[in-house]
């Protein structure tokens, strides 16, 4: 397998490549054969005649691009597998928790498809993980649009006309994404509060200079993928009601809790957002799975009566292409280097890999993932 092809997104919305030139170079150089769809690299900062210049060839479509392709670069997942050769390599976000008829539909047609979000958060794929990527620089975004919006500056400042209080900031949930909102609101000059519920995180709060809220659950904790457990319903009314204070005095609030596979908890209702200052903002990161604000709506603002802006927190580094490409595009590669064989200087699938094991879904026509078979 080396011939790649590199498909142009199909939703106006979105803004990435899956590949840059550079990367296209280096692929090229080890032996990889490169086309890329017309225009994919256009929002990015990457036209069609860099991606020539750098090796590839250049086709106007995805579907004039499927015929002869092995392997298959995309971001988002797509409507269907129609159109790809049997056992072509598909990449892309999958959402398999949700798509069963897609999976049904890659495995019916022969296809061999990675699922991005499954890439196991080993120590060995850390650079493969695309999450981590992607949701690092989501959370520099969100900070920056609350921050536009808010009627506040957010440093403290102190001047001959008045002293200005330091915004205070709340960040729900301390992941990848929650620890870059920490950080770019610390460096905004804010008075930054955090909680999760893995107690793990305490230490890498307050290294960045933000105070940690206590709360007490009782059993929480993390899976082996460093991922939070889900907590019980009694749990999460707890939280609700803990973390009301923090909420009323906070003028942003940013929610990233999410729990794999599942949908996310609703931790901030209608009541705590009635005692909110008017003119707060409050971004759910987790909109897509559910929400973890009361009345959030994906990629809408929604203000309340009471004057609360609560934004959508999805997606949010497609606001920031040329850096989301460049992360995106090094996870490929990174995944292209690690199954490539210097003999054959072309990919090769290896299913003993424990990294293909946990992302490859479908292949010779059935869907092979343990956690998805029951699926079909
Ligand atoms: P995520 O997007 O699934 O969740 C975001 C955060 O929300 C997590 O920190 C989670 O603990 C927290 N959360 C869940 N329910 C909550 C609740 N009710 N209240 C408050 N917070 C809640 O997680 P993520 O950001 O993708 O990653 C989580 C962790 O995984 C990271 O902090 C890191 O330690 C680990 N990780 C490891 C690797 C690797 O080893 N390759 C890569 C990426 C992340």
């Known amino acids: ?151 506040k500056i957010l440093p403290m400042m102190v001047t001959p006309s008045g002293t200005i209080n330091p915004a205070r900031v709340f960040i729900i949930g301390v992941g990848v994404a929650g620890l870059q909102a920490i950080a770019t609101a610390k460096r905004l000059g804010a008075r930054v509060d955090a909680f999760d519920t893995r107690p793990v995180v305490e230490e890498q709060v307050k290294s960045l200079g933000a105070s940690f809220v206590k709360i007490d659950l009782g059993e929480m904790g993390q899976t082996d993928q460093g991922y939070a457990k889900e907590l019980t319903p009694e749990q999460i009314a707890k939280q609700q009601e803990a973390q009301a204070k923090v909420c009323e005095r906070s003028n942003i609030v940013i929610t990233t809790a999410k729990v794999f596979g599942r949908k996310a908890p609703v931790l901030i209702k209608k009541d705590v957002l009635d005692r909110m200052m008017p003119g707060s903002i409050v971004v759910d990161m987790a909109v897509s799975t559910g929400g973890n604000v009361e009345g959030s709506k994906l990629f809408e603002n929604v203000v309340t009566d009471n004057g609360v802006t609560i934004m959508s927190g999805d997606l949010l580094e497609r606001q920031v292409p040329y850096d989301a490409s460049k992360m995106l595009s090094g996870n490929f590669t990174a995944f292209l280097t690690h199954f490539y064989s210097k003999e054959s200087k072309e990919l090769d699938i290896n299913l003993n890999d424990e990294i293909m094991r946990g992302c490859l879904l479908t292949r010779g026509g059935e869907i092979i993932h343990e956690r998805f078979k029951e699926s079909k």
Do not use: W
């Open 1 to 151: 397998m080396k011939k790649i092809l590199v498909c142009r997104e199909t939703d106006p919305r979105e803004t990435r490549t899956p590949l840059i030139p550079d990367d296209v170079k280096k692929l090229t150089a080890m032996g990889f054969e490169i086309t890329v769809v017309s225009g994919t690299g256009k929002k990015s900062g990457f036209d069609d005649a860099a991606y020539e210049k750098a090796g590839a060839k250049v086709v106007p479509s995805n579907e004039a691009g499927y015929k002869g392709s092995e392997i298959v670069l995309r971001i988002m997942k797509p409507a269907s597998a129609e159109g790809l050769d049997k056992d072509t390599l598909h990449l892309s976000y999958l959402d398999p928790f949700n798509e069963k008829e897609l999976l049904n539909d890659f495995a019916k047609r022969g296809i061999q498809a990675v699922s991005l979000e499954m890439i196991p958060r080993t120590t060995l794929a850390q650079k493969m993980d695309v999450q981590s990527s992607q949701t690092s620089l989501a959370g520099y975004v969100a900070v920056l649009n609350a921050a536009a919006r808010l009627p």
